[in-house]
């Protein structure tokens, strides 16, 4: 089992920034392909960013590239979302999940987290 426990989310105007955090508690964390989703109001929950277990690699939502980027701490077992240059269409609960594989899809991740709510004000 994995436990995931996200934090940092809060109401910024568009153009700032946040960071988000999620620790993890349970399996091994070094050996765990981490992401973050998140769903928007009346939407479906999207990939945003995936790492791979040593941090080495990464992955974006196209909408993100350049704007958010994900990393990772082993040694504390945390996994972090910075976010600059946000839009309000970033507004959504966003999520850590934790997989079987750094992928886009949800289905690839067993575990999850509660959210924590992103605000982006125009």
């Known amino acids: 089992q994995v436990q995931l426990v996200e934090s940092g989310g809060g109401l910024v105007q568009a153009g700032g920034s946040l960071r988000l955090s999620c620790a993890a508690s349970g399996r091994s964390f070094n050996t765990l392909p981490m992401g973050w989703f998140r769903q928007g109001p009346g939407k479906e929950r999207e990939f945003v960013a995936a790492?791979?277990?040593?941090?080495?690699?990464?992955n974006y939502a196209d909408s993100v590239k350049g704007r958010f980027t994900i990393s990772r701490d082993n040694a504390n077992n945390s996994v972090y979302l910075q976010m600059n240059s946000l839009k309000p269409e970033d507004t959504a609960v966003y999520y850590c999940?934790?997989?079987?594989?750094?992928?886009?899809?949800?289905?690839?991740?067993?575990?999850w987290g509660q959210g924590t709510q992103v605000t982006v004000s125009s």
């Open positions: 790492i791979s277990p040593s941090g080495a690699g990464t």
């Open positions: 999940g934790a997989g079987r594989f750094s992928g886009t899809r949800r289905y690839e991740y067993d575990y």
